[in-house]
């Protein structure tokens, strides 16, 4: 095995909160916006359902491939550490009882199942938005000269493995949606030539078309 860091580039993982950050913020004013509407509810749906999913391997792939190594290797703030898993726990419950309300909601549009799933992330998303900010700060840092380049590839094909192939072209354009173009030609570098070449001539018109069905 390589010798950790430095080198390790943990930039993606600031485009993937950025994903979280926006697909999250935006979810309570669609549930609510869909109330009646089976049609709009089914679409509204499908696109909750891929992004728990998203945030749940997020997570996931950082307790049992992250986290372990950084307690392993580096002297860490013990507070810091309780609070990451604390965090997480809280994310995770709002998650669980969001994806039991999803199926009844997604064939119904009841309004008041769309109103809990909302306020659910409304009172998720200030836990959230503190976890990311505290993660870019205080574990990527130290990620970047801790773990090698295997381990932290590792944690990518992690979240890449819980997506379906056909669905990866148009995740690949949730992540690149904010990103500048010089971050965007990074992300694009560490992506095989097939799937970039896959991107530009289908995921990227794809990607537009759903998140305008989507968003309205």
Do not use: C
């Amino acid at each position: 095995m390589s010798a950790p860091g430095p080198g390790v580039d943990t930039h993606e993982m600031v485009l993937i909160h950025r994903v979280l950050r926006r697909e999250f913020g935006l979810l309570p004013r669609l549930f609510r916006a869909a109330a009646g509407d089976r049609a709009r509810a089914k679409v509204i749906g499908a696109h909750a359902r891929e992004m728990l999913t998203f945030l749940h391997t997020h997570h996931t792939g950082e307790d049992e491939l992250l986290f372990p190594l950084l307690r392993e290797r580096a002297a860490l703030d013990p507070g810091l550490m309780d609070r990451m898993d604390a965090q997480h726990a809280q994310v995770d419950d709002a998650v669980t009882a969001i994806d039991a309300e999803l199926p009844a909601w997604t064939a119904s549009a009841d309004a008041a199942r769309g109103e809990r799933m909302a306020a659910r992330i409304d009172a998720m998303m200030p836990t959230l938005i503190e976890h990311l900010a505290e993660e870019e700060r205080e574990i990527l840092p130290i990620v970047s000269v801790t773990l090698t380049q295997n381990e932290w590839d590792a944690l990518g094909k992690h979240g890449m493995s819980a997506i379906p192939v056909t669905r990866r072209l148009v995740i690949l354009g949730h992540i690149t949606e904010d990103a500048d173009d010089a971050e965007r030609r990074r992300f694009m570098k560490v992506l095989p030539a097939p799937a970039r070449v896959a991107y530009r001539l289908i995921g990227h018109r794809q990607f537009t078309r759903e998140t305008g069905k989507v968003r309205g």
